[in-house]
């Protein structure tokens, strides 16, 4: 910290000049977050920007807010209410929060119902996909819950449900479904993972019940594809979590974990404070947080409506199709992701012999674009990707601009020498051993002339 005060102006200006080195968020391809919003929401958002939102007796028309919001989204997603009947769910800091919370429900649930029945608690597992977000490895380490992974396999990038099941067992307290992979966008299959889970638990006597981490996918899927079957329509489909700083077109960070009914969220996980003014329920990791993502949400839901949402994902759609199409046209790239899914175009190179996809992202920096590639987890490890997450500022006009970007990185990686070696002259055990001994050659005719070259030397001066 400075010994003294400067001018606001010039603390402004110094933190303006470095900020200028980030990169352009409307460009940053990488990212599901929403990076544009309205200037109305704008607006909302500053005026509340020094609202707590835990104050809920001093703000109680921002909780009021909140709480339509999740009656909203817990409609979107069918969950079985009645005419009156409020719904179960909370707003959280992401969908990470969401996840935390949701787990330690399952968690909760499944102990209670071991210890009733007498039976060791101590060994909880879930079982997923190993295409996973993140936040799910920190749930489970976090938590101390057994994280069971199905493996990926060439071509096919999401949850086996079938393996998924099979890996269930007594001490299973949830399967976790993603809707909208993080790493090509697809929807995994609810439905059979459903159907095959309810034969299992009538098999069993288990009632092992159904997580969708709808981060992605959960304002996509009610919009794109209302007859797809993955949300509450499903009986053992007990919480979703969605994200609405994604596709809810919210800025970060805001997200919310939906309950299908209250006896699914264990009481004792509930707290209820007062010390802030009235009794308040709270259901959180964290406590302080903004309400300006909160009242943006329920600017968005108000503002746009099914048919405004609906209209902004098909366009989203549309311009992903225009993106895939025109990297189709270039014959250099497979495609990865599905025209089923989140709005999103992943792909990989066809000929890895010169170059990789590591060296397209590099420069298409250059041009101002940020473009992730990565590897996939296992067992697809040897399939490294691009990912282009198509938002709803992610205009036509920019789809096809970066198409004619990416052909300009592709004709100038052609004129470079290759980075990567061909397999043919990749040394062999047997020219390293040879380049070895070669080495060892040199060195000792240098170290036999050094001794020579000395033994001339006097100490005379020339």
């Given at each position: 910290?400075?010994?003294n005060?400067?001018?606001?102006?010039?603390?402004?200006?110094?933190?303006?000049?470095?900020?200028?080195?980030d990169?352009?968020?409307?460009?940053?391809?990488?990212?599901?977050?929403?990076t544009?919003?309205?200037?109305?929401?704008?607006?909302?958002?500053?005026?509340?920007?020094?609202?707590?939102?835990?104050?809920?007796?001093?703000?109680?028309?921002?909780?009021?807010?909140?709480?339509?919001?999740?009656?909203?989204i817990?409609?979107?997603?069918?969950?079985?209410?009645?005419e009156?009947?409020?719904?179960?769910?909370?707003?959280?800091?992401?969908?990470?929060e969401?996840?935390?919370?949701?787990?330690?429900?399952?968690?909760?649930?499944?102990?209670?119902?071991?210890?009733?029945e007498?039976?060791?608690?101590?060994?909880?597992?879930?079982?997923?996909?190993?295409n996973?977000?993140?936040?799910?490895?920190?749930?489970?380490?976090?938590?101390?819950v057994e994280?069971?992974?199905?493996?990926?396999?060439?071509?096919y990038y999401?949850?086996?449900?079938?393996?998924?099941?099979?890996?269930?067992?007594?001490?299973?307290?949830?399967?976790?479904?993603?809707?909208?992979?993080?790493?090509?966008?697809?929807f995994?299959?609810?439905?059979?993972?459903?159907?095959?889970?309810?034969?299992?638990n009538?098999?069993?006597?288990?009632?092992?019940?159904?997580?969708?981490?709808a981060?992605?996918?959960?304002?996509?899927?009610?919009?794109l594809?209302?007859?797809?079957?993955?949300?509450?329509?499903?009986?053992?489909?007990?919480?979703?979590?969605?994200?609405g700083?994604?596709?809810?077109?919210?800025?970060?960070?805001?997200?919310?974990c939906?309950?299908?009914?209250?006896?699914d969220?264990?009481d004792?996980?509930?707290?209820?404070?007062?010390?802030?003014?009235?009794?308040?329920?709270?259901f959180?990791?964290?406590?302080?947080?903004?309400?300006?993502q909160?009242i943006?949400?329920?600017?968005?839901?108000?503002?746009?409506g099914?048919e405004?949402?609906?209209?902004?994902?098909?366009?989203?759609?549309?311009?992903?199709?225009?993106?895939k199409?025109?990297?189709?046209?270039?014959?250099?790239f497979?495609?990865?992701?599905?025209?089923?899914?989140?709005?999103?175009?992943?792909?990989?190179?066809?000929?890895?012999?010169?170059?990789?996809?590591?060296?397209?992202?590099?420069?298409?920096?250059?041009?101002?674009?940020?473009?992730?590639?990565?590897?996939?987890?296992?067992?697809?490890?040897?399939?490294?990707?691009?990912?282009?997450?198509i938002?709803?500022?992610f205009?036509?006009?920019?789809?096809?601009?970066?198409?004619?970007d990416?052909?300009?990185?592709?004709?100038?990686?052609?004129?470079?020498?290759?980075?990567?070696?061909?397999?043919?002259?990749?040394?062999?055990?047997?020219?390293l051993?040879?380049?070895?001994?070669?080495?060892?050659?040199?060195?000792?005719?240098?170290?036999?002339?050094?001794?020579?070259?000395?033994?001339?030397?006097?100490?005379?001066?020339?």
């Amino acid at each position: 910290m400075p010994e003294n005060s400067i001018p606001k102006e010039a603390a402004y200006q110094i933190i303006n000049d470095e900020l200028m080195l980030d990169g352009n968020p409307r460009l940053n391809l990488a990212s599901f977050v929403t990076t544009w919003m309205e200037p109305e929401c704008d607006k909302l958002i500053m005026a509340a920007i020094n609202k707590n939102y835990v104050d809920m007796d001093e703000y109680p028309v921002t909780t009021e807010l909140q709480n339509r919001c999740v009656n909203m989204i817990a409609h979107l997603f069918n969950a079985p209410l009645g005419e009156s009947e409020t719904a179960v769910g909370v707003g959280t800091v992401g969908s990470s929060e969401a996840i935390m919370l949701a787990g330690l429900a399952f968690k909760r649930r499944w102990q209670n119902k071991r210890k009733a029945e007498g039976k060791p608690f101590d060994k909880p597992n879930i079982v997923t996909g190993a295409n996973v977000q993140v936040c799910w490895e920190k749930f489970a380490r976090y938590f101390e819950v057994e994280l069971r992974e199905v493996k990926l396999r060439d071509g096919y990038y999401v949850m086996d449900p079938e393996q998924a099941v099979e890996m269930v067992d007594e001490n299973t307290i949830c399967v976790a479904a993603i809707l909208g992979s993080t790493l090509n966008g697809e929807f995994e299959d609810v439905k059979l993972l459903n159907d095959l889970l309810d034969a299992k638990n009538a098999q069993t006597g288990w009632e092992t019940p159904i997580h969708v981490d709808a981060a992605s996918g959960g304002f996509i899927a009610p919009f794109l594809y209302p007859e797809l079957e993955w949300d509450f329509r499903l009986p053992w489909v007990k919480s979703i979590n969605v994200s609405g700083h994604k596709y809810g077109l919210v800025y970060a960070g805001i997200g919310w974990c939906i309950w299908r009914n209250k006896e699914d969220l264990p009481d004792e996980l509930i707290f209820h404070i007062n010390y802030l003014g009235a009794d308040q329920p709270t259901f959180t990791l964290n406590f302080s947080k903004g309400s300006s993502q909160v009242i943006a949400q329920y600017y968005q839901l108000i503002r746009h409506g099914f048919e405004g949402y609906r209209n902004i994902m098909e366009n989203c759609h549309e311009n992903a199709m225009v993106l895939k199409e025109g990297l189709e046209r270039t014959g250099r790239f497979d495609l990865v992701s599905k025209d089923h899914g989140v709005p999103l175009v992943a792909f990989s190179l066809k000929d890895r012999s010169r170059h990789d996809e590591f060296e397209i992202s590099d420069m298409l920096r250059r041009f101002g674009w940020i473009v992730p590639a990565y590897t996939m987890p296992p067992d697809a490890e040897h399939v490294t990707v691009l990912r282009v997450v198509i938002r709803e500022e992610f205009s036509r006009t920019l789809a096809e601009r970066l198409v004619l970007d990416i052909e300009k990185v592709m004709y100038q990686l052609d004129a470079l020498p290759s980075k990567l070696p061909p397999p043919s002259l990749l040394p062999t055990t047997a020219m390293l051993a040879r380049k070895k001994s070669e080495l060892e050659t040199q060195r000792s005719v240098t170290e036999a002339w050094k001794k020579f070259v000395l033994a001339k030397k006097t100490n005379g001066v020339c």
